[in-house]
C-alpha cells in the first residue's frame, strides 16, 4: 500500500528529501508519489510539517 499526498501540500518538498527509494516528484500543484516506486516505509509522513502525507 503506497502513501498519498493530499490537498494540504505545501509543496515545500520535505518529502521528496526524505525518501530513501525516491519515490516523490514534484507535480504541477503539490508533490506527488509514484506507486509502483514507494516501498511502505513512511519516511514521507514523518518529515512532513503539515501532515498532507498519509497510508492509501
Do not use: F, L, R
Request: one cysteine or more.
Amino acid at each position: 500500500m503506497a502513501h498519498v499526498i493530499n490537498d494540504d501540500c505545501i509543496s515545500c518538498g520535505s518529502c521528496a528529501s526524505t525518501c530513501p527509494v525516491d519515490a516523490i516528484s514534484e507535480g504541477s500543484d503539490k508533490y506527488v508519489i509514484d506507486a509502483d516506486t514507494c516501498i511502505d516505509c513512511g519516511a514521507c509522513e514523518d518529515g512532513c510539517p503539515v501532515e498532507a502525507i498519509k497510508a492509501e
